[in-house]
């Protein structure tokens, strides 16, 4: 997949497309995800864009297409089209987390924010929704009709939930961001500018999660790492 990773600049991607358009992230975990779980790949591979939301993606990218790309993660996505959304008084519908964490949401982008039109809906956590469960979600979204749907859902759910239902779905732009929620809002702390330009907010997280993010890094890492040395070896045949 590391062939159809996003090589340009956030500035590229603009809140008003032509068309409907889904960005999705991809990092090492990820990736190893999607080789045993075929609909995430699948969706992964129906985005748009996807963006390399780790710095081993940005790694395997030199290394096996011989092309320089850039880390852009969800949190970075996210404030670039609020950004724009506020220029444009534009619309935002926020799915995924907690009331608790959407309502933090809410505050902090009206008050840096002002002209941007907020929705949220905090659906019921469980491993897979009812029929009622998805078509109360798109109900929310749709009555809304956002510029742009932002899906915090962790992955692989979150985005095999929008490639099953973005047909239902009325937005501009969809993206499926995972921690940027909690990152926003305040309930988790992102690591400084420091560490993420030395490609090391990974560690920082680890340090700070370390049972949830123990796999990601102890197991998925080493496998990718394994995956992208294999690939180069046989010339990304």
């Avoid at 909690?182 to 490609?199: C, E, K, M, Q, V």
């Amino acid at each position: 997949m590391s062939h159809r990773v996003f090589s340009g600049k956030l500035s590229d991607i603009d809140v008003n497309p032509t068309n409907q358009v889904v960005i999705n992230t991809l990092n090492p975990h990820s990736y190893v995800i999607a080789k045993k779980d075929k609909y995430f790949s699948e969706a992964l591979n129906d985005s748009d864009i996807v963006l390399a939301d780790g710095i081993g993606i940005v790694l395997a990218a030199k290394l096996i297409n011989k092309i320089k790309i850039k880390k852009i993660s969800g949190a970075d996505l996210q404030d670039h089209l609020l950004f724009l959304l506020n220029q444009d008084s534009g619309s935002v519908f926020y799915v995924g987390s907690t009331s608790a964490t959407l309502s933090s949401i809410k505050s902090k982008i009206r008050e840096n924010f002002p002209n941007i039109k907020v929705g949220t809906y905090a659906p019921p956590f469980k491993p897979v929704f009812s029929k009622n469960d998805n078509d109360l979600i798109i109900e929310q979204v749709n009555s809304f009709s956002p510029d742009v749907l932002f899906i915090g859902m962790t992955a692989p759910k979150q985005e095999k939930w929008l490639y099953q239902n973005k047909n239902r779905l009325n937005f501009r732009l969809a993206s499926c961001i995972g921690a940027a929620f909690d990152f926003y809002a305040g309930t988790i702390t992102r690591p400084s500018p420091f560490w993420i330009n030395l490609g090391l907010e990974w560690f920082v997280r680890l340090i700070k999660e370390p049972r949830r993010l123990f796999h990601r890094n102890f197991v998925s890492t080493p496998l990718f790492l394994l995956d992208v040395v294999l690939r180069r070896l046989r010339g990304n045949q």
